[in-house]
């Protein structure tokens, strides 16, 4: 079973994907803020991360830089992020630092982010 890492403080938003993911058969971790998400990605090895960029404490971004710069095969972890930022430049820097894709939150439903995530997790 797929194991997904939510970084979402969300609380809302966090509940609807964990269902929805859950009944996509994909086991589900979730944390509120980017220091306890780094320590999932080691004790856990998700198989994605789904990640927001405003955080309480540790930044996604910082989140990012982080996982990516990982001597261990956890930098090779697909992270998707999904935020309600979405100037170009929030774009540009998410790619730019590792992410697979940037997902805008207005823009897509649960069902449509789930999809995103088994394309990304079908390209591994």
Not at 15 to 33: F, N, P, R, T, W
């Amino acid at each position: 079973m797929e194991k997904i890492l939510i970084v979402e403080d969300d609380k809302f938003l966090k509940d609807l994907l964990i269902k929805q993911l859950e009944d996509s058969g994909y086991a589900v971790i979730h944390v509120m803020d980017g220091e306890e998400g780094l320590k999932k990605v080691k004790e856990e090895k998700p198989d994605l991360i789904l990640l927001d960029l405003v955080l309480p404490g540790i930044g996604g971004f910082e989140f990012l830089e982080e996982v990516k710069k990982d001597s261990s095969e956890n930098k090779n972890i697909p992270v998707l992020i999904l935020s309600n930022l979405g100037q170009e430049d929030d774009i540009k820097k998410g790619i730019s630092l590792g992410a697979e894709d940037f997902l805008i939150k207005a823009h897509y439903v649960i069902p449509e982010i789930v999809a995103k995530i088994k394309e990304t997790l079908a390209k591994k």
